[in-house]
């Protein structure tokens, strides 16, 4: 029994963060249904954290029960005279008895379509919020690249630097400005020592230092090889099978050119040599030119040996940062999925419930700005996929209310009833394929 403890342990810690982040996200995504529709003179009966037997309830002022269900995997707001939580078809009582201006179906359609829109929308707006957020506390490297801690490295490494200096040339190549930083580290010589210029305080001077992305986890990617292994941020990765590594891209190479072959990695941890074996794994990456590349991975993320000083980057950059976050996450989605029905990419890059509580715990369990990230990347794509115009979904909704618009009159409600039932066979399809994916085939 106390073998299982640990298992049960992070079972919990893993159930906890999903419940966490779903929370967080279906909050938003159904507060900005009841806040837009309040808004445009829609009255909320039921707002609803969860499904099934209520937990906790109260009901403010204008009449709405707010309540906590005992399933907490999902919610939903129903709107005076809803027959049901998904908004489709009416009671007809409520209607004859209220003022039909109140309810879903007798207010005006623009007020029904802002109201549907408004849930993923919300999304969005948290996932924006939350990367503006992270950028303007956080900061981005400042430029010049000045260091601000070391890194802790094994004895062979031969390092110099110091905390707050300045770099100015590394191997004789003057350093650029950040935006060219990276085809700048490309030039450079892959050597194990290299000589840095500097300036500390008013004095300009040469040190040594290793190259500056060594083989040194500066990240994990969730259900990867390497968190399988226990690996962890710090970690310095000394040989692979034998064969020493002191860059990143030394590490990259071996790893990519082993395909899936098992490693054995001999790493540096405060002090302790430890030996590992990992399978890298086949993945497919958004590429920056649009697009997918499969590249073999073990699920780690290098850095500088160095941690740079920030600074704040301002409003408005943070502001553009943000939206091109959020952008970026829906383009990928989408293109990621259209690749997957075209047989581009594996269909293993879609992750049900049990990958998506996996990650959640693992990004959990990587600190607070991790998990709040991951709750940002998925809230887009909740956002994104409730404006699929798929029946049951928001956007086969505002498909409904485009064809009331064009027509002049809504669908009938047997055409609903069908539409309704196709719908949510496709999602329940989705979904199943979707979990065994996460159980039995990837």
């Not at 980057?313 to 690749?339: D, M, R």
């Amino acid at each position: 029994m106390t073998e299982l403890l640990p298992t049960f342990g992070g079972a919990a810690f893993t159930i906890i963060a999903f419940v966490v982040a779903l929370s967080i996200i279906v909050a938003i995504h159904e507060y900005g249904h009841y806040i837009v529709g309040r808004w445009s003179g829609i009255d909320a009966e039921v707002f609803s954290l969860g499904f099934g037997p209520v937990l906790y309830s109260r009901t403010d002022k204008r009449g709405t029960r707010w309540q906590i269900a005992a399933l907490p995997f999902g919610g939903y707001v129903k709107f005076l005279g809803d027959a049901n939580a998904a908004s489709v078809g009416g009671d007809d009582t409520d209607i004859r008895e209220v003022d039909k201006r109140r309810t879903m179906l007798g207010a005006p359609l623009w007020a029904r379509a802002a109201t549907v829109a408004a849930g993923p929308v919300f999304n969005f707006v948290l996932s924006f919020f939350i990367f503006m957020g992270v950028i303007l506390i956080e900061g981005r490297t400042a430029d010049p690249l000045t260091v601000a801690e070391v890194r802790a490295l094994p004895p062979a490494y031969t390092q110099e630097l110091q905390p707050g200096d300045e770099i100015l040339s590394i191997a004789g190549q003057e350093t650029p400005g950040l935006e060219g930083f990276d085809a700048y580290l490309d030039e450079l010589p892959q050597e194990p020592v290299l000589d840095y210029e500097v300036r500390r305080g008013d004095e300009v001077m040469t040190v040594q230092g290793p190259f500056p992305y060594p083989p040194v986890i500066a990240g994990l990617s969730p259900q990867s090889a390497a968190m399988d292994v226990d690996l962890r941020v710090g970690d310095v990765i000394l040989s692979i099978d034998g064969q020493d590594v002191r860059t990143f891209d030394q590490l990259r190479d071996q790893v990519a050119e082993a395909g899936g072959t098992p490693l054995g990695l001999q790493v540096w941890r405060d002090g302790e040599i430890l030996e590992f074996t990992l399978v890298p794994r086949r993945v497919d990456l958004p590429s920056p030119e649009g697009g997918f590349e499969t590249r073999w991975l073990i699920g780690i993320t290098g850095g500088l040996f160095f941690e740079p000083e920030t600074e704040s980057p301002g409003l408005l950059s943070s502001i553009q940062y943000g939206a091109a976050q959020v952008w970026f996450i829906a383009k990928s989605s989408l293109s990621g999925l259209w690749h997957m029905l075209t047989g581009a990419i594996s269909t293993c890059n879609l992750s049900g419930p049990v990958g998506i509580a996996e990650t959640s715990g693992a990004m959990a369990s990587q600190g607070a700005s991790d998990f709040i990230w991951f709750v940002a990347v998925l809230s887009t794509a909740v956002g994104l996929l409730n404006l699929f115009p798929v029946p049951i979904l928001d956007g086969g909704h505002l498909v409904f209310h485009a064809y009331e618009a064009v027509s002049g009159r809504p669908p009938s409600d047997r055409a609903l009833r069908v539409l309704m039932a196709a719908g949510l066979s496709i999602l329940l399809t989705l979904m199943l394929f979707a979990l065994a994916n996460d159980l039995f085939l990837c």
